[in-house]
């Protein structure tokens, strides 16, 4: 192949599949804050967001909860620029609460490999919190190299590479208010 031939090609706009709707979005966050709110009725809770990809789903999230939360951040990347992942969980920025003796949930955009919450579970857990859940927008299943599963999921997806909603493509479409299967 040419070089320029090659350059269009990498160029071109790639098809966006629609997944879900932004009103599919929103009656599923509804019914996953319905789940939590029951579950933590009694029980102090924090949820720990992963930036960046799950800011949008946290705030539509913690909007539709029915119990007090506490909330924190903490950034990690395992994919840098590209479609797939380096392997490697990178901690960008640490939680800035005392988890000790917390119930945390976190709240994750999507899981694929399952080698980013596996760590994550494993680096809260040294800190003595009381217990620890996983809420994710997308279980994403077929990649997976680690038995990972959540306790709350949004929406599940065979494969693909999901864009929109706060999921990025080497830091593009996060905005997007729906989920878009992007085919290069
Ligand atoms: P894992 O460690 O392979 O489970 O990857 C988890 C991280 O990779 C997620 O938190 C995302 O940031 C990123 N990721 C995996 N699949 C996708 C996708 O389809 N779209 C956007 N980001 C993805
Ligand atoms: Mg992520």
């Known amino acids: 192949m040419t070089e320029s031939l090659q350059q269009s090609i990498s160029a071109r706009t790639p098809e966006m599949i629609p997944v879900l ?4 979005i929103h ?3 509804v019914s996953l804050a319905r789940q939590i709110s029951a579950d933590y009725q009694n029980d102090p809770l924090l949820l720990i967001a992963v930036l960046k990809g799950a ?4 705030s539509d999230l913690v909007r539709q909860l029915t119990i007090p939360v506490e909330i924190d951040f903490i950034q990690l990347s395992s994919y ?3 479609d797939s992942s380096c392997g490697e969980v990178l901690f960008h920025s640490d939680i800035s609460s005392d988890i000790k003796d917390k119930n945390i949930v976190i709240v994750e955009d999507i899981i694929d490999t399952g ?3 596996t760590k994550l579970v494993e680096h809260l857990q040294a800190l003595g919190p009381k217990s620890v859940k996983v809420c994710t927008l997308i279980d994403k299943y077929e990649r997976r190299e680690i038995a990972f599963k959540a306790d709350y999921i949004c929406h599940t997806v065979k494969d693909g590479f999901l864009v929109g909603y706060g999921l990025d493509y080497a830091e593009r479409y996060r905005n997007l208010p729906a989920i878009y299967d992007l085919k290069f």
């Open 55 to 58: 800011f949008i789903f946290l």
């Open 21 to 24: 709707t932004k009103e599919e």
């Open 80 to 82: 840098g620029q590209s």
């Open 115 to 117: 080698l980013t919450m």
């Open 27 to 29: 009656q599923k966050v």
